[in-house]
């Protein structure tokens, strides 16, 4: 899947045909991919990577680029007021454990 922001939008369940939160939706895009790539300590790269400071967008770095934007939709703000706030089982960390360089 290309993560583009009409896939994005069909993940956070957004009508297709709004386009009022694209802007906001493709610079969540960036940021979380840029996010992984700090986590990581790797530049995503599209196709095979060919440096071992390089990782490929497959499936679950995706799928953690997928969990940050949706997170960052739905909370706006920096912090929550009056709510618990726990972290996924097996979520974002989880999906990039094996591929982060130490």
């Not at 583009?4 to 709004?18: G, I, Y």
């Not at 990782?55 to 770095?61: I, K």
């Amino acid at each position: 899947m290309a993560l583009d922001v009409q896939s994005v939008k069909t993940h956070l369940r957004v009508e297709l045909d709004f386009t009022g939160d694209d802007a906001l939706i493709a610079s969540y895009i960036t940021s979380a991919k840029a996010h992984v790539e700090q986590h990581c300590d790797r530049k995503l790269v599209d196709g095979e990577p060919e440096e071992p400071e390089e990782m490929a967008m497959t499936p679950d770095v995706e799928h953690a680029v997928l969990m940050l934007v949706a997170h960052w939709y739905s909370n706006r703000e920096a912090a929550v007021v009056g709510s618990t706030s726990n972290q996924v089982q097996l979520g974002f960390e989880r999906l990039l454990w094996y591929r982060k360089r130490f």
